[in-house]
């Protein structure tokens, strides 16, 4: 059969609106409160570790299993939001993390914490992953983009929020509030969760077109648009985004098939190195001043300057997503990055560190705009599209787990030229491999950028079949 690709062209066709706004809302409200409860985790553990509730072993449990519920939850959503659909994934995930987040609240023990600590990860894993693609098929193609940096730049300003709430309650009223507020708070987006609609192109994807139209149809009389019929204004976008189909609807072993391999690869890729960069730079870099001799006082007050770069980086990445687009973005702030971790080692007054920090920080975070929120979903058609971003996620994550070991041995052995050797090295195999193979996605609809690798298959078995 043929897949219904119009339903991708009218989508893409529509005026921006009230919709649009409203489907970002609701999934930046569930993706705010996923972070937030990353972030209240330091807060958290030292009210515990002070109040004798907790050891520094336990604490360390506890981000561990983190970790693992999130490199689950990642992997789990990929799997059950391309059989299942988008709206019952990020409800499901949702619920998850709600309701453990409730129960850690009125967690008896450090154990039971714990426990539902990873719990909570499963959700907060999937979140990322859903969120991010369910957003993606909904907007047009000339806007996908500067959404994605728009929410990703509301979910880093949990930061912010985290932190203040947490130095107003925590003192006065327990750490249990956090986890009762972060619980409440996405319950809460889950009901109103309730009236976003399913993705009309996973619909279509799984042939239930007569839904996926039904859907369509209902978002275009919000947007004040209505579809052109006639054979005539769609036959031109039906050969542009012409695509085959099949009775299967994607195997995760079609991620390493020829037609998606090496967009597999470059997902893996971008993934990795943003949270090795992450990780070894934002997480470490207080530890890093005061070894180099600063006191604590002034370097947190050194790092609070430098991460004042971070939504300065989200800025930058709305104004450029669409005029540069995500790969060559991608390509350019990696080295851009990689120049200003170069010259870090080198800086010597206070003035100088902040500075190239503050860029370093800006740099990692158009560089997450571009690739966790918009480039990874985009590189995979719709049957794969959660399944590719999960597993690349998934391997994210589980690097993220070593980079802490890492980044210590080579402090230890090398001092900070040492790190920014592993992170500019990072930076550097990141440009090569998506300057490479990167596809680019600026302006362009989902079916034709899946339609691309379909393409370049099909043109190689015609090669071969006239060359026998």
């Known amino acids: 059969m043929q897949r219904d690709v119009s339903i991708g062209a009218r989508l893409d066709r529509l005026p921006l609106s009230g919709f649009h706004w409203r489907l970002l809302g609701l999934i930046a409200a569930g993706m705010y409160f996923d972070s937030f409860d990353i972030y209240i985790a330091g807060t958290v553990l030292a009210a515990m570790v002070h109040s004798g509730e907790s050891t520094l072993g336990q604490n360390a449990t506890f981000v561990s299993v983190t970790f693992i519920g999130m490199m689950t939850g990642a992997w789990l959503s990929g799997v059950l939001g391309d059989r299942f659909g988008r709206r019952f994934c990020y409800q499901f995930n949702l619920g ?46 000339n806007w996908r ?53 399913e993705s009309p192109r996973w619909l279509a994807s799984r042939g239930r077109a007569d839904e996926a139209r039904q859907i ?58 943003l949270f090795t960069v992450n990780y070894a730079f934002v997480s470490w870099i207080p530890t ?72 370093i920080t800006a740099g990692i975070y158009v560089l997450s705009s571009f690739s966790v929120a918009t480039y990874v979903p985009e590189l995979f058609p719709t049957e794969l599209r959660l399944r590719g971003s999960g597993l690349a996620n998934t391997v994210g994550r589980a690097v993220s787990i070593v980079v802490p070991y890492a980044v210590a041995s080579a402090f230890m052995r090398f001092g900070i030229s040492g790190v920014l050797t592993l992170i500019v090295g990072a930076l550097l195999i990141q440009a090569l491999i998506v300057g490479v193979f990167g596809a680019e996605t600026k302006h362009r609809s989902l079916e034709s950028i899946a339609a691309d690798a379909t393409g370049a298959q099909a043109l190689e078995g015609s090669a071969r079949a006239a060359a026998e």
């Open 145 to 197: 983009g500067r959404f994605g940096t728009i929410l990703n730049l509301i979910i880093n300003t949990s930061l912010f929020l985290s932190t203040f709430l947490g130095w107003l309650i925590v003192p006065q009223y327990g750490w249990r509030w956090m986890f009762a507020i972060a619980g409440c708070g996405a319950l809460f987006v889950w009901f109103l969760r309730k009236s976003m609609p």
């Open 288 to 359: 890093f001043l005061v070894k180099q001799g600063h006191s604590v006082s002034n370097s947190l007050g050194i790092t609070a300057l430098m991460f004042a770069g971070g939504p300065v980086g989200s800025l930058i990445a709305f104004v450029l997503a669409e005029r540069v687009g995500r790969k060559w973005g991608i390509v350019l702030f990696s080295l851009v990055c990689a120049g200003f971790g170069f010259a870090y080692p080198f800086a010597q007054s206070a003035v100088a560190i902040t500075a190239l920090g503050f860029a």
């Open 96 to 141: 998850i993390y709600g309701f453990a987040s409730i129960a850690a609240a009125l967690a008896p023990s450090i154990y039971w914490l714990i426990f539902f600590r990873l719990v909570m990860g499963i959700g907060m894993g999937a979140e990322i992953v859903v969120g991010y693609g369910t957003l993606s098929e909904f907007i047009p193609a």
């Open 216 to 273: 369509v149809e209902r978002i275009e009389a919000a947007c004040g648009s209505h579809a052109d019929r006639t054979a005539s204004a769609t036959a031109s976008l039906t050969r542009e985004f012409h695509e085959s189909d099949s009775n299967d609807t994607g195997r995760l072993g079609d991620l390493f098939s020829r037609r998606l391999l090496t967009r597999t690869i470059t997902a893996i890729t971008v993934l990795v190195a």
